[in-house]
């Protein structure tokens, strides 16, 4: 079985959301992407995703898919409503006949309200490394969820109320985001991690035994929460690391205006910015310590 519906969301102005669903019964599985309209890395990897489903029946269990949650923020390739300038990903569980975002926080969260996990895609910006984040230390659930992906970092989620995932999980239903390298005003596809996003799910997917093939056994490892690190003078920013890198505490991370700076703790550096002229209290790097 496959089907997709078009839900209109009524307003002063029509939202339409197109919803692709594949399969019946449990286990129910919820693919969310381009809550944020500019994550285009995100959005592409629901694409891959539906012509994968497309392609492969499934053999049991059911797939929703929503690959593109906000149409509006997408034309503007920015992470606000142009209607409202609300944050979609911080509006749930919404309100019909309220704002615009509201509205469409509501319909998502009906479509939501079935599901047996959901996972949202999302993009941390272009000088970023991939990751899962999740709410491990509140959830259980979750935290196995976020294992179950071949992503090779979690990340422990601060938990910003009315996230489609914070509001799922305090719910009971487990849910993550994946956040791919990507987006910005430019809407730049990263490939090779929305290569890897697409086997994450694929892999899931197999896991739960909904389509054919081996299931992986992803290993990733368990990270705190993001640190900043940023600049305390002005000067030239030379990085030391790709985004993804394993370094000890105390490791040179790269230097500003010829000072070297070092990490504070052991762990990978998850944003890098590339070399640049920086000023005081731009951050120069995201870190975050290995658990
Ligand atoms: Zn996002």
């Known amino acids: 079985m496959s089907t997709k519906r078009t839900l209109i969301v009524e307003d002063l102005m029509e939202q339409r959301l197109d919803i692709y669903e594949f399969g019946q019964g449990s286990p129910k599985v919820f693919f969310t992407a381009g809550l944020h309209g500019g994550e285009a890395t995100g959005i592409f990897v629901a694409e891959l995703m539906l012509g994968f489903l497309r392609a492969n029946a499934l053999l049991k269990g059911s797939v929703k898919l929503l690959p593109l949650g906000n149409p509006a923020a997408f034309r503007r390739m920015q992470r606000t409503s142009p209607y409202d300038e609300l944050d979609l990903n911080r509006s749930f569980p919404g309100k019909a006949s309220s704002t615009p975002t509201m509205a469409l926080a509501e319909a998502i969260w009906q479509e939501a309200a079935d599901a047996d996990v ?91 035994g909904m389509v054919e093939g081996e299931p992986n056994k992803p290993e990733p490892k ?61 951050p120069v790097i995201a870190l975050a310590a290995l658990k």
């Open 222 to 282: 368990h990270f705190d929460k993001l640190q900043q690190v940023a600049a305390e003078v002005h000067g030239l920013w030379l990085p030391r690391h790709e985004p993804g890198t394993m370094v000890a505490q105390g490791a040179v991370l790269g230097t500003l205006a010829g000072s070297e700076i070092t990490s504070p703790v052991s762990g990978t550096t998850m944003m890098t910015r590339p070399p640049c002229y920086v000023f005081p209290g731009q």
């Open 118 to 208: 959901i996972v949202d895609l999302h993009c941390c910006g272009v000088y970023n490394a991939s990751y899962t984040l999740a709410l491990c230390e509140e959830y259980p659930e979750a935290k196995e969820l976020a294992e179950r992906l071949s992503i090779p970092r979690i990340i422990q989620s601060s938990g910003a109320p009315g996230q489609l995932f914070t509001e799922a999980c305090a719910k009971g239903v487990p849910a993550v985001i994946i956040e791919l390298p990507g987006g910005g005003p430019a809407g730049v596809i990263d490939m090779d991690s929305a290569e890897e996003c697409f086997e994450a799910l694929v892999g899931l997917l197999r896991q739960y």
